[in-house]
């Protein structure tokens, strides 16, 4: 079984440009899952989807992140504009359902210049 | 508010040694789940073990076990026989019921032979 992918596995950009992230969950995952992991810190939760609907966002900086989940299958994180403190990495993870084990995905490495 | 505590940021072990990992957590729930994960240098996030709250019985997989003190908030995780590829960033989870993951900051296991 394939698991959770994610790309690109790095990146490097300028602050104030945009970036997006793009992740695919393991077939038949009904729920998805964007984590912030700073450097020396444990993930943080961005995002959370349930098919196409969100379940949670309530730690999203709504100002400049942007996320959505196409077909309740891939979905994509934005960033726009970048700040120094995005530097990261986002991890992807995906469940079969809420209250089960979430598996994830190799994360992307952001580094806002 | 619901919080982990790792209170090592790094610990080392001899290989096929023994060690134990320390999490608290605060929260005012009953019902909840608590989780290891294991974060390998290339960042791909894997489950070690779980917890439920309501179990008395401590969660054992393979080498990996836990003592959990309910009353006192305390989940460690023991390694037994500790390998070269147990050294990563293990998190201490905390879930409540169908709700989002709460990491802690993590300890960084060194094993050496």
């Known amino acids: 079984e394939a698991g959770v992918a994610q790309s690109p596995r790095y990146k490097i950009i300028e602050k104030r440009?945009?970036?997006?992230?793009?992740?695919?969950?393991?077939?038949?995952?009904?729920?998805?899952?964007?984590y912030q992991q700073i450097l020396g810190q444990g993930p943080k939760l961005l995002i959370q989807f349930q098919n196409n609907g969100v379940?949670?966002?309530?730690?999203?900086?709504?100002?400049?992140?942007?996320?959505?989940?196409?077909?309740?299958?891939?979905?994509t994180l934005k960033i726009q504009p970048a700040k120094l403190e995005d530097s990261a990495v986002y991890l992807c993870a995906s469940s079969v359902g809420t209250a089960y084990e979430q598996f994830f995905g190799p994360g992307t490495r952001l580094t806002v210049l | 508010a619901q919080t982990v505590t790792q209170s090592q940021p790094e610990m080392s072990v001899q290989e096929a040694e023994t060690v134990?990992?320390?999490?608290?957590?605060?929260?005012?729930?009953?019902?909840?789940?608590?989780?290891?994960?294991?974060q390998p240098p290339s960042r791909q996030m894997i489950l070690v073990i779980r917890q439920e709250a309501y179990k008395q019985q401590n969660a054992t997989e393979n080498r990996f076990s836990v003592n959990f003190q309910k009353a006192a908030?305390?989940?460690?995780?023991?390694?037994?026989?500790?390998?070269?590829?147990?050294?990563?960033?293990?998190?201490?989870?905390?879930r409540p019921n169908t709700d989002k993951l709460i990491f802690g900051t993590g300890t960084r296991l060194q094993v050496f032979p």
């Open chain 1, 17 to 34: 440009q945009s970036v997006a992230f793009w992740c695919n969950p393991i077939s038949g995952h009904a729920t998805l899952y964007w």
């Open chain 1, 55 to 75: 379940v949670d966002d309530s730690q999203l900086p709504k100002d400049r992140f942007s996320a959505e989940r196409l077909k309740g299958v891939d979905s």
């Open chain 2, 20 to 38: 134990t990992l320390s999490c608290t957590y605060d929260t005012s729930e009953s019902d909840y789940y608590l989780f290891w994960y294991k």
């Open chain 2, 73 to 94: 908030k305390s989940f460690s995780l023991k390694i037994s026989d500790s390998q070269l590829g147990d050294a990563a960033m293990y998190f201490c989870a905390y």
